[in-house]
């Protein structure tokens, strides 16, 4: 936001967020909006990969959930999670979608965790 030049009240007005539910949300109280299209929004008003953004709240963006219905897919997911497997190693990226310097990063400065890999 501060990239931006944006205050809260006008990330809120372009993303359509109660700007207290959204000041919460900045300062670890909330938790961030978990319907897509709010997410989509934000991102768009924040100048964020939307997918990147969808994903660092744990959900699965609409355009990934076909790759869920495959077999194929859903059994390389059971290996990988299953006690003992191999795990590629994911190093960390650079945060992206920092929203203003919460106590918590909102985006990739962390790896996926192993639930979504």
Excluded: H
């Excluded at 931006?4 to 990330?11: E, I, N, W």
């Excluded at 650079?94 to 996926?112: C, D, E, K, M, Y």
């Amino acid at each position: 936001m501060r990239d931006k030049g944006l205050s809260l009240r006008a990330v809120c007005r372009e993303a359509r967020l109660d700007a207290s539910f959204f000041s919460k949300v900045l300062s670890g109280k909330r938790s961030p909006p978990s319907e897509e299209p709010v997410l989509r929004k934000l991102a768009a008003v924040l100048g964020f990969d939307p997918i990147e953004l969808i994903v660092s709240t744990g959900r699965i963006p609409s355009e990934w959930q076909p790759m869920f219905r495959d077999p194929a897919v859903l059994g390389t997911l059971a290996r990988l999670a299953a006690p003992g497997a191999a795990r590629p190693r994911v190093e960390p990226q650079p945060a992206r979608a920092n929203f203003a310097a919460a106590p918590r990063q909102v985006a990739a400065a962390r790896p996926f965790s192993d639930d979504l890999l």
